[in-house]
């Protein structure tokens, strides 16, 4: 299981490539990606998708909704949740 | 190492691309990670076990088990006699009106239909609405996600949304448990062959959609982009389904099939749509703006499963446009030659 921090890193370069977006200036691992425009409606299931994946979890509809899957950080802490079965 | 090539030897997909790298034995990354055939053949197998299971749970609803988004081109023409012959659902098809659906068009809608048997119904929204949206769309290049180019141009995103907004607003009133599309593989991702969504699930996207489009279009875009009219919509589960996703099936092959119900190719459509006379604006703003074709993933992923020719998809990524067209299309939806 992925520390945490490694998780997050894990997760920006999937982001960086897939998403073709850069994070740092205009971009922080705070930033609601939906709101920026970075990710959309088949953004989101193919984010979901490599998630489930490639980190062996499943996740909820209330997960889906929440908040944290707006983040960077936030997307990395639902992962390491779900990984730790909480 | 990196190439020196201007696209893949594989997939064609141009160097152009950003984020691509073709390494040097000429194969781009995409190809790299693709399985070899039997792989992908067996993929596909397992997607149309996955679709045989969802159908069986709805095979009996009525009025409708599906609303399928039917543009009257030849892969949505497919798909709906897929679904109709093969899956033996009881389907409702929906045309949008955009417009600029070639003459042909609405014929090939009531052939195709006539011959399936199935309730058609075509949704014309506020044409005044949609040339505003395509006009800002052409000339506004942050208006989608930044792998949206990927998909489609920047017109074509504008109308898939509004396409495939509508289609779930119609389930949603029809009570009709599913959805289809005819998408194919390099239009969408392959998970999206078929998904289980909530609109109260995907509440995060849409309404960062929705702000995104009000700034942009004025709040005549509201309707046409929001869901979920009550907390009951919210909580319904939809199941979208895209099964060209599941089939292998060359284009010479689709176009023989959907000629025996009646479907007849629109000459006024361009190379790369057989509906649609705007799609060449789009591939033409594309191709300037990002230096690669509107349908070069598609015609990529075609060429991996080997459903389409080298020489077909060469002809199709090399062939733009006319400018006297475009001059055309552009002066339609308001906007200068001179500022795309």
């Given at each position: 299981?992925?520390?945490?921090?490694?998780?997050?890193?894990?997760i920006?370069d999937?982001?960086?490539?897939?998403?073709?977006?850069?994070?740092?200036?205009?971009?922080?691992?705070?930033?609601?990606?939906f709101?920026?425009?970075?990710?959309?409606?088949?953004?989101?299931?193919?984010?979901?998708?490599?998630?489930?994946?490639?980190?062996?979890?499943?996740?909820?509809?209330?997960?889906?909704?929440?908040?944290?899957?707006?983040?960077?950080?936030?997307?990395?802490?639902?992962?390491?949740?779900?990984q730790?079965?909480? | 190492?990196?190439?020196?090539?201007?696209?893949c030897?594989?997939?064609?997909?141009?160097?152009?691309?950003?984020?691509?790298?073709?390494a040097?034995?000429?194969l781009?990354?995409?190809?790299?990670?693709?399985?070899?055939e039997?792989?992908?053949?067996?993929q596909?197998?397992e997607?149309?076990?996955?679709?045989?299971?969802?159908?069986?749970?709805?095979?009996?609803?009525?009025?409708?088990?599906?609303?399928?988004?039917?543009?009257?081109?030849?892969?949505?023409?497919?798909?709906?006699?897929?679904?109709?012959?093969?899956?033996?659902?009881?389907?409702?098809?929906?045309?949008?009106?955009?417009?600029?659906?070639?003459?042909?068009?609405?014929e090939?809608?009531?052939?195709?239909?006539?011959?399936?048997?199935?309730?058609?119904?075509?949704?014309?929204?506020?044409?005044?609405?949609?040339?505003?949206?395509?006009?800002?769309?052409?000339?506004?290049?942050d208006?989608?996600?930044?792998?949206?180019i990927?998909?489609?141009s920047?017109?074509?995103?504008?109308?898939?949304?509004?396409?495939?907004?509508?289609?779930l607003?119609?389930?949603?009133?029809?009570?009709?448990?599913?959805v289809?599309?005819?998408y194919?593989?390099?239009?969408?991702?392959?998970?999206a062959?078929?998904?289980?969504?909530?609109?109260?699930?995907?509440?995060?996207p849409?309404?960062?959609?929705?702000?995104r489009?009000?700034?942009?279009?004025?709040?005549?875009?509201?309707?046409?982009?929001?869901?979920?009219?009550?907390?009951?919509?919210?909580?319904?589960?939809i199941?979208?389904?895209?099964?060209?996703l599941?089939?292998?099936?060359?284009?010479?092959?689709?176009?023989?099939?959907?000629?025996q119900?009646g479907?007849?190719?629109?000459?006024?459509?361009?190379?790369t749509?057989?509906?649609?006379?705007?799609?060449?604006l789009?591939?033409?703003?594309?191709?300037?703006?990002?230096?690669?074709?509107?349908?070069?993933?598609?015609?990529a992923d075609q060429?991996?499963?080997?459903?389409?020719s080298?020489?077909?998809?060469?002809?199709?990524?090399?062939?733009?446009?006319e400018?006297?067209?475009?001059?055309?299309?552009?002066?339609?939806?308001?906007?200068?030659?001179?500022?795309?």
């Amino acid at each position: 299981m992925a520390e945490l921090a490694d998780l997050q890193d894990q997760i920006r370069d999937f982001l960086t490539k897939q998403f073709l977006i850069e994070f740092g200036k205009d971009l922080t691992d705070e930033t609601d990606l939906f709101d920026a425009g970075v990710i959309d409606s088949y953004g989101f299931i193919d984010l979901v998708g490599h998630l489930e994946k490639t980190y062996g979890v499943a996740l909820s509809d209330d997960d889906l909704a929440s908040p944290d899957m707006s983040t960077l950080t936030g997307i990395a802490r639902m992962v390491s949740a779900r990984q730790s079965g909480s | 190492m990196e190439s020196t090539l201007r696209s893949c030897r594989r997939c064609l997909l141009p160097a152009t691309v950003p984020g691509l790298t073709i390494a040097e034995s000429g194969l781009c990354d995409i190809c790299l990670v693709t399985p070899p055939e039997a792989e992908l053949a067996q993929q596909r197998a397992e997607i149309r076990h996955e679709l045989e299971r969802i159908v069986a749970t709805h095979r009996d609803v009525e009025p409708y088990a599906c609303v399928v988004a039917f543009s009257g081109g030849k892969d949505s023409s497919y798909t709906l006699k897929l679904l109709v012959e093969r899956f033996q659902l009881r389907c409702i098809a929906v045309t949008i009106d955009n417009g600029f659906l070639s003459k042909g068009t609405a014929e090939n809608c009531k052939a195709v239909c006539g011959s399936l048997g199935v309730d058609h119904l075509m949704f014309t929204p506020n044409q005044q609405f949609v040339r505003k949206m395509y006009g800002i769309s052409a000339v506004q290049e942050d208006m989608h996600a930044p792998a949206a180019i990927q998909r489609a141009s920047s017109i074509c995103n504008s109308c898939i949304s509004l396409i495939n907004t509508h289609i779930l607003q119609k389930a949603l009133e029809l009570g009709a448990p599913l959805v289809a599309g005819g998408y194919l593989g390099g239009q969408l991702p392959r998970d999206a062959a078929t998904m289980s969504i909530r609109p109260g699930q995907q509440a995060r996207p849409r309404a960062a959609l929705i702000k995104r489009f009000v700034r942009a279009f004025g709040d005549a875009a509201r309707p046409y982009f929001s869901l979920g009219r009550s907390d009951a919509d919210a909580d319904r589960e939809i199941t979208v389904i895209n099964p060209m996703l599941g089939f292998a099936v060359l284009e010479d092959e689709i176009l023989h099939d959907i000629a025996q119900l009646g479907w007849k190719r629109p000459r006024d459509t361009g190379l790369t749509s057989t509906n649609c006379r705007l799609n060449d604006l789009g591939v033409y703003i594309h191709h300037r703006r990002h230096g690669f074709h509107a349908y070069a993933f598609e015609i990529a992923d075609q060429l991996r499963h080997g459903l389409i020719s080298r020489e077909d998809a060469t002809r199709k990524l090399n062939t733009l446009p006319e400018q006297t067209d475009i001059q055309w299309l552009a002066d339609k939806i308001g906007v200068s030659t001179d500022v795309l």
